[in-house]
Each structure stands twice: as C-alpha cells, then as structure tokens.
C-alpha cells in the first residue's frame, strides 16, 4: 500500500457523471481519494454521506472528494442520486486503481479481485500522498482524518 510521502499513481477514468476524471485534473488542489467496497450498503452509505457532508468545509481547505469502488458507473450513479453526493464516484471494474495504490484484495483460489480495502489517501496538489487512513468498520477514521490533514496542508493546524 502506498505510504505518506509516496507519489501517488495517476489514472485517467470516467466518472459516473461522464467527465473525465485523473489524478493530473487535481493538481494545485487537495484531493480526498477514498477506496470503499460497495455502494448502497450501511457502512459505504454513511463514509459517502458524512464526506457528502464535509463538502463544503472539504472545499475551503482546498480539497475535493473522489470515491472509488469496483461497482458500475450505472450504480454509482443510482448511489450518488439516492443519497445526494456531491462528489463523483468512479468506477474501477478490473481494480486496476486499487492495485496501483496498494488496496486491492485477491479474492477466491480463482484469482478473482474483491472490492478493494477501506483506505483513503489525502493527496496534494502535487500529486504526494500526505496521509492514509485505513479502517474497515470505523468510517470517522475516514473522514476526521481527511479533514486533519487538509487543515495541516492549508495551514490552519
């Protein structure tokens, strides 16, 4: 798994929203990249919901949110609309983005990816990984974490 310090891969994708999303389109801004398993179960509803949440303070530290998950652009779209995010989910159906970050997991003796780990990485404008938080259950690891080292990046810690 990628570390603090750590450049951070880039990758070029489609947003559930259809525009093209990459690391490179974030520069100059803090980016909040967050693997989660699958959309519209408990635990992934409240991570999304309490970063939907944050969007605003998210953004006067000069940050944006990305979600990530194997899940269709169809469901994440679904998602998004169910619960109101204001942040694009992206699809990583072969988990390519997760194995480039670290966070993939092999599944059964087939050799079959799972969703990827809980983790998320707060990215700088230039591309380094600053912080990486990992919990599979405690989704305020997540978010309260994010939201301190976008703080520590602008300054305001």
């Known amino acids: ?7 951070a891969p880039d990758f070029s994708v489609l947003a559930d929203t259809g525009e093209p ?9 803090n980016l909040v990249l967050y693997f989660y398993p699958k959309d519209d179960t408990a635990g992934c509803t409240r991570e999304a919901c309490t970063f939907r949440d944050l969007g605003a303070e998210i ?3 000069g940050g944006a949110v990305v979600g990530v998950s194997m899940d269709s652009a169809e469901a ?3 998602f998004r609309g169910r619960h109101n995010l204001n942040f694009p989910l992206i699809t990583d159906r072969g988990g390519e983005i997760a194995k480039a970050f670290g966070v993939a997991r092999l599944g059964n003796w087939l050799g079959d990816w799972m969703p990827a780990r809980r ?4 990215i700088d404008g ?3 990984v600053r912080q ?3 919990s599979e259950f405690d989704m305020s690891i997540h978010s309260d974490g994010a939201l301190t080292a976008l703080r520590t990046l602008a300054g305001h810690v």
């Open 126 to 128: 230039e591309g380094v």
């Open 1 to 7: 798994m990628l570390r603090a310090g750590e450049n």
């Open 76 to 78: 994440h779209g679904r």
């Open 21 to 29: 999303i990459s690391l490179n389109s974030f520069r100059g801004r």
């Open 132 to 134: 990486v938080l990992e």
């Open 59 to 61: 953004a006067a530290l």
């Open 119 to 122: 983790v998320t990485f707060v």
